[in-house]
Nanobody, 127 residues
């Protein structure tokens, strides 16, 4: 059974940086596209960034382009989200997710395309 565990969240100030990690247990991490989503209180879960199995194709939500960077280390079954110039509106619980289909799928922002989720890590940005 695959498990995803996020870490790296915390309380930071406007303009600070954080790096989130998503560690995957089990086999075959390197053949699945992965993504980061976030959910703020009272809001729907929203897409943040996605990466294909090889790590050479990435997509981002408009609001984080140029500030966030997604990457993966397949040798260590880990995905990352580098978040720079954080803003109060980035405050949310951040979740990592694995695509439901293995192989060379097109990275997508569609929530229903992902079927394995971590428990989330809280990111709070104070103004």
């Amino acid at each position: 059974q695959v498990q995803l565990v996020e870490s790296g969240g915390g309380l930071v100030q406007d303009g600070d940086s954080l790096r989130l990690s998503c560690a995957a247990s089990g086999r075959f991490f390197d053949i699945y596209a992965m993504a980061w989503f976030r959910q703020a209180p009272g809001k729907e879960r929203e897409f943040v960034a996605g990466i294909n199995w090889a790590g050479d194709d990435t997509i981002y939500a408009e609001g984080v382009k140029g500030r966030f960077s997604i990457s993966r280390d397949n040798a260590n079954n880990t995905m990352y989200l580098q978040m720079n110039n954080l803003k109060p509106e980035d405050t949310a619980v951040y979740y990592c997710a694995r695509h439901r289909t293995a192989g060379r799928v097109i990275v997508t922002a569609t929530l229903s395309a992902y079927n394995i989720w971590g428990q989330g890590t809280q990111v709070t940005v104070s103004s």
